[in-house]
């Protein structure tokens, strides 16, 4: 059948896409900017991309022509910055679906949201009520999932979860703590996603889905600790004010403001299903909550992390034209260029060596220094270093790298590409690429820093003594050579 995937490079749609593939469906993805879409290699040649901003004005008709879609999946979150806006995109979003959805003549619409029975509810799950009952007047045969917390490698809430637990033995947290939860595995979700395309008994209807434990929050934090081997205390703070909560969150974990806010106001309501229908009309083995936690970490352990949160840009970036961006600039920039000359036999493992860099690997030099960065870009709002990476072993275009993001990761030709997403008065690049002729191999290493008004011109003379020793001695250790081997191009303002 013909099945349409909105939101096609999100977390759920990351993985249900080669599920419908293999299952031998022609999937169109719909996402907002093709350039920053990267199915693994063996998917793109079978699947149709197209480019649609369902926030946007642009003409449904002209993107849409001459397509018949059977089932149309709803996967679009705006999980923006502008939380007091939120419904508001949710709600412009869903509208713009149903458009889609009728000009295609689709027979099914289908929409993964979170669970809404209870009266006072957070304004994230607010908006995914609003899209529900969009999609319940559409006139189009509706399919809607609604579950609490999803587990799976990469997940948000997986990742705030496992950050609490693992790098805070001492949790201090708000009476929150104590909401009931009804987690579900990743591969459970999937599996009522799929099972109910063009299946008439789930027509029209809304399921609740959760799996076999139900829990607080803390019971969570507790059996994650213990399926991990830590030892974690809880303690209970009676009064903490939401933003307070969300604060917290944000600057304990990986997760950017925006999300620790959604997150914590959600976590005022108790998520549990009310029925149990659908596991009657698609049957299958749900694994609890420690199961799901095991399965998760196998994957991260084994880098077979299919897809995270993180790959969603942040804000700042999606408004960001990355064409532009992969073609560093060069007039009105300061430039840090460091060059090396390697041994021709060791081209591929010195490849390897920067493809590895950042994340539990650390950045080769000076690992206390770029943690202290992170820590200082998260104080001020920033994405700070606690992302890691989607491997430890694989880049692609698109991935998030501690406080950076890929934009070209080519192994073939040696080269490697990174733009900031800290805190900045200006934009910043780091670039790592090998140049060989016939007789020589050689690691240039650019950092490119274009500022933003006279803050940025005196950030970057502030950076210049760290930016010496740092980056002088990251590229040795890439390369394998000692510090006397390094050469400096120029590091200064650049006009060339």
């Not at 509706?142 to 949790?171: H, M, N």
């Not at 969150?249 to 106001?265: D, K, P």
Request: aromatic content about 10%; charged content about 20%.
């Amino acid at each position: 059948m013909n099945v349409l995937l909105s939101g096609a490079n999100g977390y759920i749609g990351m993985r249900l896409l080669p599920v419908l593939v293999e299952a031998g469906h022609t999937v169109i993805c719909v996402v907002r900017d093709k350039k920053r879409f990267n199915p693994v290699a063996g998917l793109r040649n079978k699947i149709v991309i197209l480019e649609f901003d369902f926030l946007s004005s642009q003409s449904v008709e002209n993107v849409f022509h001459n397509i018949k879609c059977d089932v149309a999946f709803f996967l679009i979150h705006s999980l923006r910055d502008e939380h007091s806006l939120l419904e508001e995109y949710e709600r412009k979003s869903a509208v713009k679906f149903v458009e889609v959805a009728r000009n295609t003549r689709t027979n099914q619409i289908i929409f993964l949201g979170g669970i809404t029975n209870q009266s006072d509810l957070s304004r994230h799950l607010k908006a995914r009520k609003a899209v529900r009952e969009i999609l319940q007047l559409s006139g189009v045969n509706y399919t809607i999932f609604e579950a609490a917390i999803i587990v799976g490698s990469g997940s948000a809430s997986f990742e705030i979860i496992r950050d609490l637990v693992e790098k805070i033995p001492l949790l201090l947290v708000p009476k929150w703590i104590n909401s009931k939860c009804q987690p579900i595995a990743i591969r459970n979700v999937i599996n009522y996603l799929v099972g109910s395309m063009l299946n008439e008994r789930t027509y029209n209807q809304t399921f609740e889905i959760g799996g076999p434990d139900v829990m607080t929050y803390k019971q969570m934090l507790k059996v994650f600790a213990l399926t991990r081997g830590i030892k974690s205390r809880i303690f209970l703070l009676p009064l903490v004010a939401s933003r307070l909560s969300a604060l917290w969150v944000y600057l304990l974990t990986s997760v950017n403001y925006s999300i620790a806010r959604h997150f914590t106001q959600s976590m005022k309501n108790d998520v549990v299903c009310n029925e149990n229908k659908i596991r009657e009309i698609i049957p299958q083995q749900l694994l609890s909550y420690r199961e799901a936690i095991d399965l998760a970490i196998s994957a991260i352990e084994q880098n077979m992390v299919v897809s995270s949160w993180r790959e969603a840009a942040t804000a700042s970036f999606s408004t960001l034209d990355i064409n532009e961006y992969i073609n560093v600039p060069s007039y009105g920039c300061f430039f840090d260029r460091k060059w090396i000359e390697i041994e021709k036999g060791k081209v591929s493992e010195v490849t390897h060596r920067f493809f590895e860099i950042g994340g539990t690997h650390g950045w080769y030099y000076a690992d206390a220094l770029w943690r202290l960065r992170g820590l200082i870009d998260k104080i001020f709002g920033g994405v700070g270093m606690k992302r890691g990476r989607r491997s430890d072993v694989d880049l692609k275009a698109g991935d998030v790298l501690d406080f950076w993001r890929v934009l070209l990761a080519d192994r073939r030709n040696h080269r490697l590409l990174l733009f900031a997403e800290m805190k900045l008065p200006g934009h910043a690049w780091l670039e790592f690429e090998i140049i060989e002729n016939d007789n020589r191999a050689i690691l240039k290493q650019t950092a490119t820093f274009r500022p933003i008004g006279l803050w940025g011109r005196i950030y970057w003379y502030a950076m210049l003594p760290f930016h010496f020793f740092i980056f002088r001695n990251m590229i040795r250790l890439i390369a394998g050579k000692n510090t006397n081997s390094v050469h400096g191009g120029k590091v200064g303002m650049g006009n060339d």
